[in-house]
Each structure stands twice: as C-alpha cells, then as structure tokens.
Nanobody, 121 residues
Framework: QVQLVESGGGLVQAGGSLTLSCAGS????????MGWYRQAPGKQRELVAT???????NYVDSVKGRFTISRDNAKNTVHLQMNSLKSEDTAVYYC???????????????WGQGTQVSVSS
C-alpha cells in the first residue's frame, strides 16, 4: 500500500526557514519523480517543486532561489528546504508521486495529511 507522510511544518516569522520531509513507502521510491504541492486557504492546490529519480529539479517561479527540493533514495524521503519565507507561503504542504506529461507535471498518488506551514509577517 502506497503511503506518503509529510512532516516538518510549523509557525515561522517572515524571513525564516523550514525544512519539510516526506517519507514514501509501498512503491519503488528511487525511480519515482516526486513533487511538493501547497494549498493556501481558499486557493487551488499548486505544484511548487519537482525532483526526478535522477535528481533533476524544477520550481514554480514564486519559490525559485528560496526553496530547494532534494531526495534521499536510501531513506525513501524527499525534502523541501524553504528559506526567506514570506506570508504568501502560508499553506498546507503535500508531497506526491508525479510524472511529466509534455511540459506539465501530474500527480498519480493519493494525498497524505499534509503539513501546515504558517508564516507570520
């Protein structure tokens, strides 16, 4: 059974940093591309960053230069290092399995419970 468990969220002041973690199980983690999504109150869920099994990364423009996605295939985990946090980064953050379709990325796993990130200004 595929399971994704996010952790590491919290309350931080603007300009601060947080590192999120996602532990995956029940599938071949090392060859699966992974993505971090976020959903702010009243907004649609958006893809923030992706990383392939080989380590190639992509980011949405709003987080480029501030967020870094990485993975540890030996531990079946993917991380999201978030620096210079802004109030607009406040959201519930989720990870999921993703695949690229043309220029787009789509998820193909079930959602976990997510982890709340709150940035105070």
């Amino acid at each position: 059974q595929v399971q994704l468990v996010e952790s590491g969220g919290g309350l931080v002041q603007a300009g601060g940093s947080l590192t999120l973690s996602c532990a995956g199980s029940g599938y071949v983690f090392g060859i699966t591309s992974m993505g971090w999504y976020r959903q702010a109150p009243g907004k649609q869920r958006e893809l923030v960053a992706t990383i392939t099994g080989g380590g190639s990364t992509n980011y949405v423009d709003s987080v480029k230069g501030r967020f870094t996605i990485s993975r540890d295939n030996a531990k079946n985990t993917v991380h999201l290092q978030m620096n210079s946090l802004k109030s607009e980064d406040t959201a519930v953050y989720y990870c999921n399995k993703v695949r690229q379709l043309g220029k787009s990325w789509i998820y193909f796993g079930s959602w976990g419970q997510g982890t709340q990130v709150s940035v105070s200004s």
